[in-house]
């Protein structure tokens, strides 16, 4: 039944974030490749041509994302506060961020026009974590929810690609290992959110809050440069 999905595929399906994202970036140098294959295609049109194939209805493709309305408040909540975060960091600690010039050197490396990077940091800033989320805590962790080690495997899966991105734009090893850790916890968290809420938006609301925190940080160094 495509309605329901045990672990083992969860996890080869999972699999194919980083065996797009990673090779995107390193080998294609690409990331609307990347934005294109991972976010659009892995993210959104796989789980609705298994819920076409399904027969799923629309609402009840939806219920199956997570798509209800619980847990609003505490991901508002903890969007805000991830949303604060990077900016706060930033004001404390300036040099655990690139600087304007390697910020630049890695946008033109994976494709991207740094001089107008404008429509690029919106459109992360709202597509990136909905896409994410929506397949990730969404659609993998649909109920019947996985078991808890698949759970940790999903989180560490979800945040080793992030190795690339992190490993590029954060100078300082040491700043560069807190921040995946930073990763690895809130993918944590948002699994824990998903389970608790029996609902994605707490999850996607903390996600986006956190990603346009550090998109900010960005157009600020941007800008400076």
Known sequence: MLRRMDTSRRLLIALAGPLVVVPGLLVAHSAPLVFLLYHVLLCLVLPLAFALRARLSPLE????????????????????????????????????????????????????????PA??????????????????????????????????????????????????LV??????????????AGALLWTWMRARWRSVWPALL????ATCGYLFVCARLLDAG
């Open 171 to 184: 100078p300082q090893p040491m700043a560069a290992r807190l921040m995946l850790g930073a990763v690895f």
């Open 206 to 209: 903390a996600h986006t809050g």
């Open 119 to 168: 429509g690029f940091l919106f459109f992360l800033a709202v597509f990136n974590g909905p896409a994410e989320e929506l397949f990730w805590r969404g659609w993998v962790l649909r109920e019947p929810a996985p078991a808890w080690w698949a759970r940790v495997l999903l989180a560490a899966m979800f945040t080793s690609y992030h190795v690339v991105t992190i490993g590029r």
């Open 61 to 116: 493709h939806a219920r199956q994302l997570g798509l209800v309305r619980r847990g609003l408040g505490t991901g508002l909540a903890f969007g805000l506060a991830f949303a604060v975060a990077p900016v706060a960091a930033f004001t404390l600690a300036p040099s655990l961020f690139p600087d304007a010039a390697s910020l630049r050197a890695a946008l033109l490396g994976w494709g991207l026009e740094p001089a107008a």
